[in-house]
C-alpha cells in the first residue's frame, strides 16, 4: 500500500462551487498533515497544516483530518479560477521526521 | 525574510557527467529533504538530513549522494548522470517535530 494516496484526477468544479480534494495514509502513527499547493511549473506552496482530528478553516480553505480513517480532506469554497492547480496531500511520519507525499490532485475550475 | 534556494534553476549534462545541485536555506531548519518530481509519480523522497553529518536515503536515492557540512546547505550529486535521471529536482527544509516543509525554487536537469 502506498504511503500517501490522492486520486489524480482531473477533477473539474464550476467556478463558485466547493471542490472537495481527498487523502489517506498508511502510516497510523503520523501526527502532522499538510495540503500544498502546485501551479505548473512552479515549486509547492503551503496552503493548509492540520495536526488535530476535525475541520481548521482558513478563508475558503477547510482542511478536515480523521485520524480514526486515516483521511484527510481539503475543501475548497466558493471556487475561483486562479485555484486551477495540483493540490498535494503530504505526511510527516513523525517516528522519523520525513515528509512524504501523494502524487496530488489536478483540480479545474471551469468558468 | 528567509528563504531557500535552489542553483542552477536549468541544467543540461551529458550521460555519466558528474553533477552537483545545490541547496541554501536561510529558515535555520534541521530539516532538508532533495524530491525528484517526474509525471505520473508525483514528488518522491531521494534523500534527507535532519542536521549536520546526518544524511539518510529516500526512496529512490539510488545513483545520489548529498552530505550535510552546515546547517544551511544540502548538495545533491548525481554520481553518473543518466536519463533516467532527467526531472525536475526540489529542495525542501522543514524544523524539528512534524512542521511544514518550505520549497525551493526547483532545478530542471535534463541529461543527454
Known amino acids: 500500500q502506498k504511503e500517501v494516496e490522492q486520486n489524480s484526477g482531473p477533477l473539474s468544479v464550476p467556478e463558485g462551487a466547493i471542490a472537495s480534494l481527498n487523502c489517506t495514509y498508511s502510516d497510523r502513527v503520523s501526527q502532522s498533515f499538510f495540503w500544498y499547493r502546485q501551479y505548473s511549473g512552479k515549486s509547492p506552496e503551503l496552503i493548509m497544516s492540520i495536526y488535530s482530528n476535525g475541520d481548521k478553516e482558513d478563508g475558503r480553505f477547510t482542511a478536515q483530518l480523521n485520524k480514526a480513517s486515516q483521511y484527510v480532506s481539503l475543501l475548497i469554497r466558493d471556487s475561483q479560477p486562479s485555484d486551477s492547480a495540483t493540490y498535494l496531500c503530504a505526511v510527516n511520519m513523525n517516528r522519523d521526521d520525513k515528509i512524504i507525499f501523494g502524487k496530488g490532485t489536478r483540480l479545474h475550475i471551469l468558468p | 525574510d528567509a528563504e531557500i534556494t535552489q542553483s542552477p534553476r536549468h541544467k543540461i549534462t551529458e550521460t555519466g557527467r558528474q553533477v552537483t545541485l545545490a541547496c541554501h536555506q536561510t529558515?535555520?531548519?534541521?530539516?532538508m529533504f532533495w524530491y525528484r518530481q517526474d509525471l505520473g509519480h508525483g514528488l518522491r523522497l531521494i534523500h534527507y538530513s535532519y542536521g549536520v553529518q546526518d544524511t539518510n536515503k529516500g526512496e529512490v536515492s539510488d545513483g545520489y549522494s548529498v552530505s550535510r557540512s552546515n546547517t544551511e546547505d544540502l548538495p545533491l550529486t548525481l554520481e553518473s548522470a543518466a536519463s533516467s535521471q532527467t526531472s525536475v529536482y526540489f529542495c525542501?527544509?522543514?524544523?524539528?517535530?512534524?512542521?511544514?516543509?518550505?520549497f525551493g525554487q526547483g532545478t530542471r536537469l535534463t541529461v543527454v
Open positions: 529558515w535555520n531548519h534541521n530539516n
Open positions: 525542501a527544509s522543514s524544523g524539528r517535530g512534524g512542521t511544514e516543509a518550505f
